[in-house]
């Protein structure tokens, strides 16, 4: 037995707010049951015109109706309430109190205000609970069924069809709903799991006693936790993921947002379990997650399609839970995925929470990242999930440090308990026990066996060689068959000639092919001598030692018209290279080859990987794409397991891939990084003191820099564009980065110590305020990232970055230059930058420093002497 409540308007009610008026809404509650209208803005006179449904199972139950009036910052004032007891209406003729004017009460008997205005409701009873209206249904189901009816033939058959089984029970007044056609068999099986949901639940009468539409409009009516979330069929989302899957086109894996990692986590599930438990309509992980943290109202739309088909997005809204600063708010989360192939799913949230306060100005976004895992020992999958989150400022406001924090601390407290119902649905999985250290990936790790007989047949299977070897022994046997011709002509003994123009074309058809055939030859031979590679050859020394594993390659693009290649891949690394075996006949290779670097004092930047097409000589090779692996943008355990797409107009054409495994560790202890500032004391000539974690950790998360990298100094300087910029130059092992934060404009870059070509001094000028100038110039092609930092670009395409007014010019000038020289050049560049020094005095300006070189020092002789001794 279902309860009907038409909520019509309202006339008379009272000011509540200063400005003479009021924002009212209806909240109407049975039991545990409650919705709640639309909010109609300054209005004493509202008017609403909607209906819900509750379903009644205790007719002691008091039906009530409250008028509030919405505020932006405080609690909603209660206007005025009005309880109507079930057993009334129950009683009332034809279940009905028909549609009728009621005087709103106090919902406090001291309350000042007692004439709080009227509104007009229309209540009654629908006992035919037991039929359903399908009209929405299709064009053929326009009668109406009993639910036993409707599951049993829709199960029964593959498509709907007319239905012969019909009932005279309909709704007499209904409100409009938004009309959505549906097939059959779907919709029946909804109806089926509503009425079969043992908790309370409460649905919005529609145009067909149900509404197959989603969630209600955000203006509309909003429905409470207990009823059903999302009307849609898990099947629905299952072709929904394989839809995603076939309009994938490859794009990469959206990097973590900047505002931090808030969870970083394995578990023993697969991806597309773990993205079902997640984000599947039918999941309880959400209303799990729902009851722990309070939030309420929570209301599920359903996944659509958008851009013709190119994104999939949905709204969730709910009530969340207050908090000891704010209240309860409303929010709203559209959750769009930005990747899903069936082994990777990325999806963006963004929630915005109007009604706090500056929440128009402001959204958060978290960054959902499911991958696959490394595999455990015993074959089972797992999945790696990674949420990031950043905040995004519409507007420009003042508040928005300590907008950052609060959000940051609330998120941190939330994803605690995300973390701990997730770990109650998935196994959370230690990186100890998966395997994945580099031993074991490694050892797993055995390369192809290469017969040569065996790449031999490979090799020289192919249509030339085969009718070459036909045509020689079609020669030999005429040659055997035939008796020997006369010499005739310019012939003489010992030289035959052709004598006919077909003779002639036979002979260079011949010869062309025994040419190709020899160069098959001498190319299987000459890759045969490279059989080896560089596999297995185990580093040297203590320091950081660089590891990769080349495991296979995807979509190698071809070069020859014959659409044949033999690719090979070389990694270069601080001016070492390793290069790979040649496979034969190959599009996607499978290599699973091992290099070893040797130990390197200063961890490395960045790693050159080539891949080639064999052709000869390796200096006659052809690229076949290139990729570029840099450690100061990328999280070393992210590089474990990685697809690195090449470049190039070849490779990005065929959307060519590496698999490739990297492992950087130091073996030298912990350690390092003062033996490397005692190191760097010696070349500047001053005492650098060692940071505090804190402060390096500020300096990592302030250029998005990994652990390993640690601050070495930071000075105080301009940066000259077309305007001066004040800010702070940061120096580390293996960048040099500026950072400005100028009444809340920030600038930010930084570039690699590989990256610089040159570095001057320019002497003071007036320009520079009395100040002597550093020029850094950068390689052609390189610093991109910075190039809004740049103040000029030379005629060949070069940056260049001016830094002045340093408060200790000499110790900067020094500290640059030492890390410049350890890090980008050759002992020859280094002696003669030397020498260029020791020719030409650097411009000084008297400082006060602890420290003088001999540069620094000038004397005058004033007086002299010579004394004896003994």
Not at 485 to 492: A, C, N, R, V, W
Not at 679 to 690: A, P, Q, R, Y
Request: hydrophobic share 40%; charged share 25%; aromatic share 8%.
């Amino acid at each position: 037995m279902r309860l009907l409540v038409r909520v019509i308007e309202a006339r008379n009610l009272p000011a509540m707010d200063l400005n003479g008026s009021s924002d009212p809404y209806v909240r109407v509650q049975l039991g545990k049951q409650k919705f709640k209208t639309k909010v109609v803005k300054k209005n004493l006179n509202p008017s609403w015109g909607e209906e819900f449904s509750f379903r009644v199972e205790d007719l002691n139950e008091e039906l009530i109706i409250c008028v509030l009036d919405e505020d932006k910052y405080f609690n909603d004032d209660t206007v005025g309430q009005l309880k109507v007891p079930v057993s009334l209406i129950f009683d009332a003729d034809n279940k009905s109190l028909g549609t009728a004017w009621y005087a709103l009460q106090p919902r406090n008997k001291k309350s000042k205000n007692k004439d709080c205005g009227e509104i007009l409701l229309g209540i009654r009873f629908s006992q035919n609970n037991s039929f359903v209206d399908l009209n929405n249904c299709g064009d053929h189901a326009s009668q109406l069924r009993t639910i036993a009816d409707v599951a049993t033939e829709a199960l029964s058959r593959s498509s709907g069809g007319p239905s012969n089984s019909s009932s005279s029970g309909r709704f007499e007044e209904v409100a409009p709903s938004k009309e959505k056609s549906g097939a059959q068999k779907k919709f029946a099986v909804r109806i089926v799991q509503m009425f079969n949901k043992n908790s309370d639940t409460a649905t919005p009468a529609g145009d067909g006693g149900f509404d197959n539409s989603g969630p209600p409009e955000i203006a509309g009516p909003e429905v409470c936790d207990d009823e059903l979330d999302d009307p849609s069929c898990p099947d629905d989302f299952v072709e929904i993921m394989r839809a995603m899957e076939s309009n994938d086109t490859g794009n990469e894996i959206p990097s973590n947002l900047p505002g931090g990692v808030l969870v970083d986590q394995l578990y023993m599930i697969v991806p597309q379990d773990l993205n079902s438990l997640l984000f599947s309509p039918d999941s309880s992980f959400p209303r799990s997650l729902a009851d722990l943290q309070g939030n309420t109202e929570q209301q599920f739309g359903p996944w659509k399609f958008e851009n013709g088909s190119e994104s999939l997005k949905r709204v969730v809204t709910y009530i969340k839970a207050a908090t000891k600063l704010i209240k309860a708010v409303k929010a709203t989360e559209e959750q769009t995925y930005v990747k899903a192939d069936g082994k990777v799913f990325a999806i963006l949230v963004s929630v915005s929470t109007p009604d706090v306060m500056y929440g128009s100005t402001f959204k958060t976004e978290l960054l959902y990242c499911i991958t696959a895992g490394p595999e455990l020992p015993l074959g089972e999958q797992t999945s790696h999930l990674v949420i990031s989150w950043r905040m995004n400022f519409l507007q420009s406001t003042m508040m928005k440090g300590m907008i950052e924090n609060g959000a940051k601390q609330g998120l941190k407290e939330s994803f605690e308990q995300f973390a701990s119902i997730l770990s109650q649905n998935a196994k959370p999985i230690d990186l100890k026990d998966t395997g994945s250290t580099k031993e074991q990936v490694l050892a797993s790790l055995q390369a192809e066996p290469q017969s040569d007989w065996k790449l031999a047949v490979q090799y020289f299977a192919n249509f030339t060689v085969v009718s070459t070897v036909f045509i020689a022994f079609y020669v030999l046997v005429h040659i055997w068959v035939c008796p020997s011709s006369p010499i005739q002509g310019l012939e003489f003994e010992g030289l035959d000639l052709p004598d006919s123009i077909g003779e002639l074309i036979v002979c260079g058809v011949l010869v062309l092919q025994c040419e190709r055939v020899l160069q098959l030859l001498s190319h299987f031979m000459q890759a045969r001598v490279h059989k080896g590679s560089d596999h297995g050859v185990k580093a040297q020394g203590d320091g950081w030692l660089l590891t990769v594993a080349l495991l296979e390659g995807s979509n190698l693009a071809a070069v020859d018209s014959s659409g044949f290649y033999d690719p090979y891949v070389v990694f270069t690394c601080n001016g070492k290279a390793r290069t790979s075996s040649i496979k034969f006949q190959k599009s996607d290779p499978l290599w699973n080859e091992i290099f070893e670097f040797d130990a390197m004092d200063e961890p490395p930047s960045v790693l050159d990987v080539e891949v080639y097409d064999f052709d000869g000589p390796f200096d006659d090779a052809t690229s076949l794409g290139h990729a570029e692996i840099n450690f100061v943008k990328s999280n070393v355990s992210d590089l474990a397991d990685v697809w690195v797409p090449l470049r190039g107009k070849l490779a990005q054409a065929c959307q060519s891939k590496l698999h490739l495994r990297i492992f950087l560790n130091d073996t030298r202890g912990s350690n390092v990084v003062q033996e490397y500032l005692n190191k760097m004391e010696k070349e500047v000539g001053k005492k650098i003191n060692l940071r505090s974690p804190q402060t390096n950790s500020a300096f990592q998360k302030l250029f998005g820099l990994p652990p390993e990298e640690f601050l070495i100094n930071d000075f105080t300087c301009h940066l000259k564009r077309k305007m001066l910029l004040q800010g702070r130059l940061f120096l580390s092992a293996r960048i040099i980065g500026f950072h400005s934060n100028l009444f809340g404009q920030k600038t930010k870059f930084f570039f690699l110590w590989e990256d610089i070509e040159d570095i001057q001094v320019y002497p003071p000028t007036l320009s520079s305020m009395g100040s002597p100038t550093i020029v850094v110039t950068l390689r052609l092609g390189r610093g991109m990232d910075a190039k809004h930092g740049a103040k000029t670009q030379d005629e060949e395409g070069r940056l260049r970055f001016h830094f002045q007014s340093f408060v200790s010019f000499n110790v900067a000038h020094r500290t640059i230059m030492a890390l410049w020289k350890a890090r980008s050049l050759t002992p020859e560049q280094k002696v003669q930058i030397v020498e260029e020094e020791s020719e030409a005095k650097i411009p000084q300006n008297e400082e006060s420093e602890p420290f003088l070189g001999l540069e620094d020092v000038n004397l005058s002789e004033v007086y002299s002497s010579g004394v004896s001794a003994p």
